[in-house]
């Protein structure tokens, strides 16, 4: 039966696992996808509450979940089911939704006032779960890459292999999660993004401006310095506020507020002063430690500031704030290292240029 159509996203209520699916409206709202397929009754259909233009519904007495941003959809919907805009009774585990709500959104309102989000981040970043956490970081992957308008994934198989030596390398014995997702994406930019979960995506364009391995091992050192302080996590919560602690406390970290924000977060970090710093002294220790040359990073970082600079993009400089003194401080933190040590042998290093060998070119 024809109706109208719309593209969207189900989320089952059990896992944080986003589905992209088919909405159709008919006599029923059907909803279909990779092993999806639903019909609710248009009688039980109600809007979930979001910010436009997203749209989000639910079943009643259904834990589940439907995103999308048809407006005309969302209009259709609106006009066929009786009570779309109708809140479902506050009665047992909805009763105890609506208190967790009350006191959330209280103590949300408290904590603000009193330290302000960016103190609150600092309190609230190391209490995450490392299973919502990782969750988290699943989901704001995807929305990284659309932000970034879909790069295709760099996976040729000998690079990836090199890669994920260096990666072990890097991480042995330095505090990290135990499983730490490293992705290159094809993008001309020269960027490492840092996500929640020990997530970081790679874009290619930082590894063709890297003239050494050691000069790209070190940023990648760097991101996983932010990884081991959970910087990430602060600056998702700094960036959503009080969103992100009403979703906490609900254990619904997939809503596309959050979503949204903490992809904008991770794209545009603008980490402080200090957790910059920090960062720069776990790359040099974690360089040296496995036998690179730490002062490499204040070379690269030199250089791509510079090019964006004279180039007028600001990407690299909005998420890497680059200082004449954070040059001088990596060098001396480095010391008097060898010349001839190396991350990787140059064979190597040829090899993990290529990873993009095949990707689609954007």
């Known amino acids: 039966m024809s109706g109208p159509t719309a593209a969207g996203t189900y989320f089952d209520g059990r896992s ?15 909803i279909t996808g990779e092993g999806i397929a639903l019909a609710w009754d248009l009688f039980a259909v109600r809007t979930a509450g979001a910010v436009p233009p997203i749209t989000r519904l639910r079943r009643a007495g259904d834990p589940a ?7 005309v959809f969302a209009a259709s919907l609106r006009a066929a089911c009786p009570d779309f805009e109708q809140e479902e009774k506050a009665e047992g585990g909805g009763r105890l939704r609506l208190v967790l709500w009350s006191v959330a959104a209280g103590l949300s309102v408290l904590l603000v006032a009193i330290f302000g989000v960016p103190a609150v981040a600092v309190r609230l970043a190391p209490l995450v779960p490392s299973g919502l956490e990782a969750r988290l970081g699943a989901v704001v992957d995807g929305e990284i890459v659309r932000l970034l308008d879909e ?16 990666v072990q390398r890097l991480a042995q014995g330095r505090n990290l999660p135990a499983e ?5 994406r094809k993008h001309d930019m020269a960027n490492a ?8 995506i790679v874009l290619s364009g930082l590894i063709e401006r890297s003239k050494s391995a050691d000069e790209f091992a070190g940023v990648l050192a760097h991101e996983l310095g932010h990884v081991a302080a959970r910087d990430p996590m602060r600056s998702l919560i700094a960036a959503s506020g009080t969103s992100f602690l009403l979703s906490l406390v609900l254990g619904d970290l997939t809503g596309s507020t959050i979503i949204v924000a903490a992809g904008q977060a991770a794209i545009s970090a603008g980490y402080s002063r200090d957790a910059e710093r920090a960062a720069d002294d776990y ?30 993009a600001s990407d690299f400089l909005r998420s890497h704030p ?23 042998d140059e064979a190597d290093w040829a090899v993990l240029k290529g990873i993009c060998r095949g990707a689609e070119k954007r």
């Open 193 to 200: 993004l840092t996500l929640p979960g020990g997530r970081v």
């Open 65 to 71: 979940l439907v995103e999308f941003s048809d407006e």
């Open 283 to 312: 790359a040099v220790a974690t360089m040296t430690g496995a036998g690179g040359r730490g002062e490499a990073l204040a070379s690269v970082l030199e250089r791509i500031a510079g090019n964006e600079k004279r180039e007028g």
């Open 16 to 30: 944080a696992r986003p589905h992209p699916v088919e909405l159709r409206l008919t006599d029923q709202l059907a």
């Open 151 to 166: 790069p295709p994934e760099c996976s040729h198989a000998p690079a990836r292999a090199v890669l994920d030596r260096l």
């Open 180 to 184: 730490i997702r490293v992705s290159v």
């Open 322 to 344: 680059f200082t004449d003194e954070r040059a001088k401080r990596i060098r001396a933190q480095a010391g008097g290292e060898s010349e001839q040590a190396r991350i990787l």
